[in-house]
């Protein structure tokens, strides 16, 4: 690669050679860092194309015009060194490295860098080593832990899960708390698919305050993306290419009781889908197998524990990234070239990801008047199996964690088999149940592939008409195009017992297109900066989808094989206009005031309400500029910001309809809109400072609070009234927290340093208001809990059943022993919101090594643990082992210790019953306590753990390569504490708003590690 | 560049177009679907095809699950035709699962509701008589079921748009009831031999035929009437009378029977995959001491049947299930395994299946039969519906009037046996006792109950799939009689027993909660037993003594 380097670099200079000849300069180029001549790097003289290139040692020698003054000495990397020429003919140049201090400049709002320090709002950023080098296949789930305020909950769909952020708790009722992602200055549709190596930073603009500008849909706040440009890394051709290898097991938290095997009340039963059997002491028992032609097919076989068969069921997963980026940087354009390639199979058999990235971003500037910026990106991703979350039939794990006891491994992974008439049937132990399967089955027989494309699109033009002005055309495009099968093959029950496929597309992209014209003066202390801008969104959705039941031939997956195949089709169209202002105002670089206007026409809102405007205000001081501080403080820095920002709502809710359906049916919506809506508002302050001391300790502080009011939902209203729900305005939520970042060098001489990032925050949202004769709102119900709003009360309440409480709090148990139960979900048992996220990070440095760990800690929080409930109830969790024979468990001594036992008259309770009549009571899917197994999802884990060394530079030069690195690399090593014990409060059934802390059959963690490999050209 | 420059310009002055909002409207404008003021009369139709198709559970996924959490988990267990083995569900076990309640009522009132409403609303603006007469009659039927499984409901005020909706007490809803059907039959009469030509096409009982409608309207008059016996006998008896006179359905050509299609299919045909119940243990004990063929036509042997109990010379490889097993039992065996199915024609996923019951000759006979007990003027004598309902069950199932055996099906003395002890279970189903012991054959020195259990015994019989209406008999005259539940999880309910009435859904509580409390002082003033909300509230008209 340097030799390509130094060919290009002769023949961009070739032409110039000799033919002004005048004088000869020489010289020779090495690197501070370890004194060596330095190859390929290009020497010039500036203003003309009169240069040349080191040779091997670094070494060079050129002619040039008498009247040359400048020598300019620029590489890829290093800082350009600029040398008067004079009379001087020998030059021995000695290049540093090119450090970007990232601190200091902050990529906000419409792709804009300000300086940091004239911020007037919390921000915290992220850089791309960090995300690169122990990373995630969905590069959000790598900032879990290293931003305060932002949490990260991830869905249970095995590799290629989606993952829900939050930034400052839950706000919206029914639209997305979420943030906005915006990738090069642009809105776009996340980043789950992007490949972290084209990340360059990720920033993370926390309140309303900091994205007011990107207007109603970064009310959550916004993570801005920048990807890599090349931009600012000086002239020449770089190359990387990396490896990432990483490995992942499944780690299992739950434990099984390993005492009985299948059957009820002690008796053994080969079709009992529950382990209340008898104990498994390798007596002969019938086997189960419905195969005629299974060896142990009406025989017996011994009764003996399988402490394994649920944990045999996984497997290693494997990911492989590779990596190659390309940077071809010339005086006035500066492009890259990247393609990532992602190899990954889960730790589930089947569940095997392929991605492809390519991108491609290219800039120029013409005169230093017109800047050019465009970027294309194309994403082909292919998820061979993804998994159905929670409780549904479709889910492995619903089966593969109710697996009674005694079942054999060897058994079970023969998931199929012949039946005396050649077909192919599930190979279980109980046919055609509601709610029983062979895990196997599930995971090899019911499929569901999913192929996206994503292709984004951008464009960018500034124009400089004076120093001081400039205007900006940009436009950006970013479509997904998704195609999904849901296979089933015949004998899959409860839902397709004679097979099924389903296969849908869907097409949607969001198109922005911005102009902004910019002005920047200064008039002595005073520097004014003042923008303008229109912005016009254009978004559309539309999906087909086509089903069909019954298979014509079996396991043959086409449309026409189905009995009848149905077609459906969903659009959805939605268009904002905006104009908006912003300006700075600054006095002494010290003082600066931000002002935002925003005016949005939304197509969702009524003709009257659909114009509406939203402004913000700021203010910083910088302190230590403006009075005299003591010398220990580098820098004091206040802040306070005021914000509103307006929100629209969905398409088409302001008049009520009728749909169409197959067979020609009219049937009337159920939701009475409403024609006058109003846009919902977010108010938020924010106030803080930065500190940095000593040169070495750099402190942040934020304090908020954000009201969302008006928020536009569809309020239950009694069915009898005709329709189910009217949609209206209401509500006002209320999040106010504090955010605090503490850096610190705590070690740092030459060779040896020692870095801790700390960060902390605390956020409580509370439900102020729903609506006029609304205290409560249902989000949704399962059989387990209800997840509700209630006023004044924080966000999230989830009810359950639980145990039925005398005047003093004590259980009533009943004359059989067992508690009495709420008869409806009326009690308020759990609230995932945490007392506090935190994160920490320490980072050591010694010569060529590194080590970085990140330790990662949720505070408080309950939930609901719905697969322990079942599991309880199933005979299978492991404390349901003891207290199985009659009269041998009293509540209160023997299980919930600490609670007290009463009889219905008050009397202590002295009735007993036994583990299995206990549990079956109290667990079980449908009818379950909840009450009884909420668990704290409290957790401290290690979220990362990296150990890279670069190789020496006396070794890497004599190599063909720049550089080399390699990593070894760990993610969700181990859980430091763990409350809930039996499963990891981060992993939800979804990310749907009502999912938050649903727990139920969710796979299990990933514990990851592996090694990268990293090397420059 | 100054090229680049006016592009620019005109790229800003394009984006900058932003107030420009004009075509917002048409934006907002779903072309996937139909807003309220674009449908008339041409399209009155479709909303017509989906009122009567989706009460009775037949349209799409929905309705499968409608059918599931209303027929399914609970008439077909309350009447004793089917047991459930699924491990979990509770209703059979007498519980009153709020979660498939609401479920249940919301599908009927925010759906199905606004459906039969609309149909109705529109006819009358619209000035569509007989079409109106049609969604009257078509209001009652299906209201009819509402009320008899709370009490009072929501029904003149439904679709108010308030925030609140007062009920009607019970009583009020069947004074309604036959004012509505005097309006409709008036209507129909005057329409003798009509056909609708804006529903013909999307009516699929009747497709549009008045006469039949009106014969519908009679039946189920006598069928509302006759439900009031024991709580105002003299309007049972006014209204019963009025039936006949008008002419209720006699014949099976005129029986109402909703046509699938495998858009619109039978729900049995989706839910019987899913496993979750199967034949009653009251079925086996009925028809294997009866030795009824209907067996045969209704349900499918069992995979691995025990025939140690068969009936003498008679092959009977049917097995029946006892109601109300314990979770523990259901999770340990594979009764789907051991006890009978539906017929095959129910297990085809995907086929339209079936026609669905509406109503039928059988029913009115021994409607009829029941009325000339008590002296009204049915046009014949008791004994005489009663052996005309039997018949017309045996051919409306394509059989003759013989039984397994080949004798008189009418006239035998047979009487229903023991469904007999499982051999298979873990836990043997301990039931010895026949479930009855009442003869086919009719006594006419009998008293007037017993002549009654044989009438209803038979009635149920006939009646089969329809539970909704067994179970509502089943309340009114206590027969037939059933074999108790292995277990009653509702403290409410003995296992002696079935629930007198389902509970108002949470959603009401919550959503209108004013309104159904006042429902429920309405229910006690009218109930024999008044417990309030509960199950073991009797009904206004579930009035008979000892029952």
């Not at chain 1, 300069?25 to 390929?40: N, P, R, Y």
């Not at chain 1, 996340?190 to 190596?197: E, L, Q, T, V, Y």
């Not at chain 2, 499968?64 to 491990?87: C, E, K, R």
């Not at chain 2, 009132?109 to 008589?129: H, P, S, V, W």
Request: proline share 4%; net charge neutral; glycine share 8%.
């Amino acid at each position: 690669m340097r030799k390509i380097t130094i060919l290009l670099a002769l023949l961009l200079f070739a032409v110039s050679q000799g033919a002004f000849a005048q004088k000869t300069i020489t010289g020779k180029v090495t690197s501070s860092e370890d004194g060596l001549g330095m190859a390929g790097v290009p020497v010039v003289v500036k203003g003309t194309t009169v240069g040349t290139a080191t040779d091997v040692n670094g070494s060079f020698s050129l002619s040039v015009p008498n009247d040359a003054a400048t020598l300019v000495v620029s590489f890829i990397g290093m800082k350009t060194v600029e040398l008067p020429i004079g009379t001087q003919t020998v030059f021995n140049v000695s290049l540093e490295p090119e450090v970007l201090a990232l601190g200091d400049v902050v990529v906000t709002a419409l792709g804009i860098s300000r300086q940091a320090k004239a911020l007037t709002y919390a921000t915290q950023t992220v850089s791309a080593e960090q995300l690169a080098e122990a990373r995630s296949i969905n590069p959000v789930q790598s900032l879990s832990g290293r931003v305060a305020g932002l949490s990260v909950t991830n869905a249970s769909q095995g590799v290629g899960s989606e993952s829900k952020v939050l930034l400052r708790g839950n706000r919206s009722i029914a639209g997305s708390s979420q943030p906005l992602y915006v990738i090069d200055g642009i809105p776009m549709g996340g980043i789950a698919n992007i490949s972290p190596d084209d990340i360059a930073s990720i920033n993370i603009m926390k309140g309303a305050n900091a994205a007011a500008l990107y207007g109603s849909r970064a009310n959550n706040g916004a993570i801005i993306i920048t990807t890599k440009s090349g931009a600012g890394l000086g002239e020449g051709v770089l190359v990387d290419l990396g490896f990432t290898f990483q490995a992942s097991n499944a780690y299992y938290l739950d434990k099984e009781q390993n005492k009985y095997g299948q059957g009820a009340n002690g008796t053994y039963g080969p079709t009992s889908t529950v382990s209340w059997g008898p104990e498994m002491t390798g007596q002969q028992v019938i086997h189960w197998t419905p195969d005629p032609n299974h060896p142990l097919y009406q025989q017996n076989y011994a009764f003996e524990a399988q402490p394994d068969n649920i944990t045999d069921w996984f497997q290693t997963g494997l990911e492989l990234a590779t990596n190659l980026q390309v940077v071809m940087n010339t005086k006035n354009t500066n492009t890259a070239l990247s393609y990532t390639n992602t190899e990954a199979r889960g730790v589930m058999s089947t569940n095997n990801l392929h991605r492809h990235n390519i991108n491609l971003r290219f800039g120029s500037t013409f005169k230093e008047k017109l800047v050019v910026d465009s970027k294309i990106t194309m994403i082909k991703e292919n998820v061979e199996n993804t998994f159905w979350g929670g409780e549904s039939f479709e889910n492995p794990m619903r089966y593969l964690y109710m697996l009674p006891r005694n079942l054999r491994t060897v058994d079970i992974e023969q998931f199929e088999y012949k039946t005396l008439g050649g077909l192919n049937r599930q190979h279980g132990w109980r046919w055609n149940d509601n709610g029983t399967g062979n895990p196997y089955w599930s995971r090899e027989r019911i499929l569901k592939p999913r192929d996206t494309w994503r292709s984004i699109g951008m464009i960018s033009l500034k124009y400089n008409i004076t120093k001081d002005l400039s205007i900006m055309g940009r436009s950006a495009i970013d479509a997904t195009f998704n195609s999904f099968e849901y296979k089933y093959y015949n004998d899959t029950y409860t839902t397709a017992i004679q097979g099924g496929y389903d296969k849908y597309n869907n097409s949607s992209y969001g198109w922005n297109s911005d102009a902004l014209i910019t002005y920047k003066k200064s008039f002595g202390d005073i520097a004014f900066d003042i923008n303008a801008g229109a912005n016009h969104y254009n978004t559309e959705y539309q999906q087909i989808y086509g089903t069909g039941r019954v298979f014509n031939m079996e396991n043959f997956f086409a449309l026409s094989n189905t009995a009848d195949p149905r077609p459906s089709e969903a659009y959805s169209r939605k268009v904002v206009n905006s104009v908006y202002g912003f300006g700075e105002i600054s006095w002494r670089n010290a003082l600066f005031l931000n002002l935002t206007g925003r005016n949005d026409w939304s197509s969702t809102l009524p003709a009257d309400n659909r114009s509406y405007f939203y402004p913000s205000v700021g203010l910083t001081a910088v302190l230590d500029e403006l009075i005299t501080m003591p010398a220990a403080i580098n820098l004091l820095k206040l802040r306070a910001s005021y914000a509103i920002v307006g929100n629209d709502t969905s398409p088409y809710r302001l008049s009520r309809t009728a749909s169409i359906a197959t067979g020609g049916v009219l049937t009337l919506s159920n939701q009475l809109p409403n024609a006058n809506l109003k846009p919902e508002t977010t108010k938020s302050l924010e106030v803080g400072f930065d500190l940095r001391v000593i040169e070495k300790i750099r402190l942040g502080f934020t304090l908020y609070q954000t009201n969302t009011y008006d928020q536009l939902f569809a309020t239950p209203v009694p069915a009898t009234s005709g329709v189910a729900s009217i949609f209206q305005n209401g509500a006002d939520i209320q999040n106010r927290g504090a955010e605090i970042t503490l850096g610190a060098e705590i070690i740092s001489t030459g060779d040896f340093s020692w870095d801790i990032d700390i960060n902390w925050a605390k956020n409580n949202s509370e439900v102020l208001e729903i609506a006029e004769g609304f205290n409560v709102l249902s989000y949704g119900t399962d059989f387990i809990r209800e997840y509700k709003l209630v006023a004044g009360e924080p966000f999230g309440e989830v009810y359950a059943k639980s145990w039925l409480r005398d005047a003093n709090g004590n259980v009533i148990i009943g004359p059989n022993g067992v508690p009495r139960i709420t008869p409806g979900m009326s009690v308020p048992v759990a609230n995932f919101n945490p007392d506090f996220l935190a994160g920490m990070t320490n980072t050591l440095r010694y010569k060529s090594w590194n080590f970085s760990a990140l330790i990662d800690w949720r505070q408080g929080g309950t939930f609901i643990a719905f697969t322990e409930a079942i599991r309880a109830g199933s005979g299978i969790q492991d404390y349901t082992e003891d207290f199985r024979a009659a009269n041998s468990l009293l509540f209160g001594r023997d299980v919930f210790q600490g609670e007290k036992g009463v009889t219905d008259t008050g009397a202590e309770n002295t009735a007993t019953t036994n583990s299995e009549v206990f549990w079956n009571n109290v667990g079980g899917r449908n009818n379950p306590t909840g009450g009884a197994f909420v668990r704290d999802a409290s957790n401290m884990r290690i979220r990362e753990v990296v150990l890279g060394y670069d190789l020496p530079k006396e070794i890497v030069s004599k190599t063909f390569f720049r550089s080399a690195r390699v990593s070894l690399v760990g993610r969700n090593l181990l859980f430091l504490m763990n409350k809930a014990e039996y499963t990891d409060p981060e992993i939800m059934i979804s990310t749907a708003d009502s999912a938050e802390g649903e727990n139920a059959f969710a796979f299990p963690t990933n514990r990851t590690y592996g090694f990268s490999l990293n090397f420059g050209f | 560049m100054k090229n680049l420059l006016k592009l620019l310009i005109v790229l800003l002055i394009a984006v900058g177009y932003t107030g420009c909002t004009e075509e917002f409207d048409e934006i907002n404008t779903n072309p996937k679907a139909i807003t309220l003021d674009k449908l008339d009369q041409s399209n009155y139709g479709f909303i017509v095809r989906k009122a009567l198709i989706s009460p009775l559970y037949c349209a799409s996924t929905t309705g499968s699950n409608g059918m599931q959490l209303i027929q399914s988990l609970h008439f077909d267990v309350y009447s004793n035709y089917w047991a459930t083995t699924t491990p979990n569900f509770l209703s059979d076990r007498n519980v009153m699962v709020g979660s498939w309640q609401n479920g249940m009522f919301n599908a009927f009132y925010a759906g199905e509701a606004a459906q039969i409403k609309y149909m109705e609303d529109f006819a009358r603006k619209a000035g569509l008589k007989g079409e109106l007469a049609v969604a009257k009659i078509w209001k009652v039927y299906i209201y009819l079921r509402y009320t008899d499984l709370l009490g009072p409901i929501v029904y003149s005020q439904y679709g108010n748009m308030q925030k609140t909706v007062p009920y009607d007490k019970q009583s009020d809803v069947y004074k309604n009831f036959f004012l509505e059907l005097d309006s409709a039959v008036t209507i129909l009469k005057q329409n003798a031999g009509g056909t609708s030509a804006t529903i013909s096409s999307f009516d699929p009982i009747y497709q549009g035929k008045y006469d039949k409608w009106q014969k519908m309207a009679n039946s189920l008059r006598l069928r509302i009437g006759m439900r009031i016996v024991y709580v105002d006998p003299a309007t049972a008896k006014t209204q019963c009378e009025k039936a006949v006179a008008d002419g209720p359905i006699t014949a099976n050509a005129d029986n109402g029977w909703l046509t699938t299609t495998t858009t619109f299919p039978n729900p049995y045909n989706t839910i019987s995959s899913w496993g979750e119940y199967r034949m009653s243990a009251d079925m086996e004990s009925i028809c294997k001491g009866y030795l009824d063929k209907r067996i045969t036509t209704r349900f499918s042997p069992a995979k691995t049947p025990d025939n140690t109990d068969d009936p003498a010379g008679v092959s009977f490889p049917y097995e029946g299930l006892l109601n109300g097993q314990t979770k523990n039992d259901r999770t340990a065996v594979s009764y789907n395994t051991l006890m009978s199915d539906h017929q095959p024609a129910y297990l085809k996923v995907g086929d339209k299946g079936p026609n669905w019951h509406v109503m039928r000759a059988a029913e009115t006979s021994f409607l009829r039969a029941e009325g000339a007990l008590r002296g009204w003027a049915m046009g014949g004598t008791a004994q005489q519906f009663y052996e005309d309902g039997i018949k017309l069950s045996l051919a409306e199932n394509g059989l003759d009037n013989l039984n397994m055996k080949g004798e008189d099906y009418i006239t035998s003395s047979l009487t229903p046996a023991s469904p007999g002890i499982d051999k298979n279970t873990v836990r043997p189903n301990v039931v010895t006792d026949p479930a009855s012991t009442v003869p086919i054959k009719w006594d006419a020195a009998g008293t007037l109950e017993y002549n009654l259990e044989q009438i209803i015994t038979q009635k149920w019989l006939a009646l089969f799939p329809d539970s909704e209406e067994a179970y509502a008999e089943r309340r009114r005259t206590g027969y037939p009689k059933l074999l108790p539940r292995v277990e009653s999880e509702n403290p409410d309910v003995p296992r002696e027993k079935v629930p007198y009435r389902a509970l108002y859904w949470t959603a009401e509580y919550t959503n209108n909660k004013a309104e159904v409390e006042k429902a429920i002082t309405l229910l006690n003033t009218e109930s024999a037993a008044a417990n309030g909300d509960k199950a073991s509230t009797r009904l206004w008209w579930d009035k008979k003594p000892g029952n």
